[in-house]
T-cell receptor
Framework: KAGVTQTPRYLIKTRGQQVTLSCSPI?????VSWYQQTPGQGLQFLFE???????NKGNFPGRFSGRQFSNSRSEMNVSTLELGDSALYLC?????????????FGAGTRLSVL | AQSVAQPEDQVNVAEGNPLTVKCTYS??????LFWYVQYPNRGLQFLLK??????LVKGSYGFEAEFNKSQTSFHLKKPSALVSDSALYFC???????????FGTGTRLLVSP
């Protein structure tokens, strides 16, 4: 079974631009979560989707948005990029919303904002 | 709101010695607890989880963790460390219901030959 796939692996953008990151979950998984990882802040939860609905949201500004498609693939978008948005963005999938289920992570997209 | 504390930024241990990576948590009600490991330029890999039942949980690569409800701790342990265990370790907690998974800040484990 293929794992969680995130594309692209690396991105370089400039301040003010916008970016879209993509995540394909493990086949059969319907829950997708996004995290931002930085050296200073660690792993910060962005949002969680299940069956195309946002179920949980972290404390990020409205510039960060996401969506999930009917095939469970998910995208997250960051508009008006700031230098502080430079981070590793991780996507994780789970079979459903049951809290005890394991989240499986992709390798991440490393975003650099210049 | 739930939270996780990993009090040590780095743990150093010699190969062959036992290792412990500490984790304490705060959550309303009974927790679901997880340990993940991250190697350079990789995503997080699941090691083990505590749901209910036995306080000692065994996981991948010889790791185990002990759940202590009174001390709200979930320390990761391994009887004999390997150099290849050197990585970044994350503890995470999730409350019951539709709550988000909250991670600790991570502990870097360095195993010297």
């Amino acid at each position: 079974k293929a794992g969680v796939t995130q594309t692209p692996r690396y991105l370089i953008k400039t301040r003010g631009q916008q970016v879209t990151l993509s995540c394909s979950p493990i086949s059969g998984h319907r829950s997708v979560s996004w995290y931002q990882q930085t050296p200073g802040q660690g792993l910060q939860f962005l949002f969680e989707y299940f069956s195309e609905t946002q179920r949980n949201k972290g404390n990020f500004p409205g510039r960060f948005s996401g969506r999930q498609f009917s095939n469970s693939r998910s995208e997250m978008n960051v508009s008006t990029l700031e230098l502080g948005d430079s981070a590793l963005y991780l996507c994780a999938s789970s079979s459903d919303l049951i809290a005890k289920n394991i989240q499986y992570f992709g390798a991440g997209t490393r975003l650099s904002v210049l | 709101a739930q939270s996780v504390a990993q009090p040590e930024d780095q743990v150093n241990v010699a190969e062959g010695n036992p290792l412990t990576v500490k984790c304490t948590y705060s959550v309303s009600g009974n927790p679901y607890l997880f340990w993940y490991v991250q190697y350079p330029n990789r995503g997080l890999q699941f090691l083990l989880k505590y749901i209910t039942g036995d306080n000692l949980v065994k996981g991948s690569y010889g790791f185990e963790a002990e759940f202590n409800k009174s001390q709200t701790s979930f320390h990761l342990k391994k009887p004999s460390a390997l150099v290849s265990d050197s990585a970044l370790y994350f503890c995470a907690v999730r409350g019951r219901g539709f709550q988000k998974l909250v991670f600790g800040t991570g502990t870097r484990l360095l195993v010297s030959p």
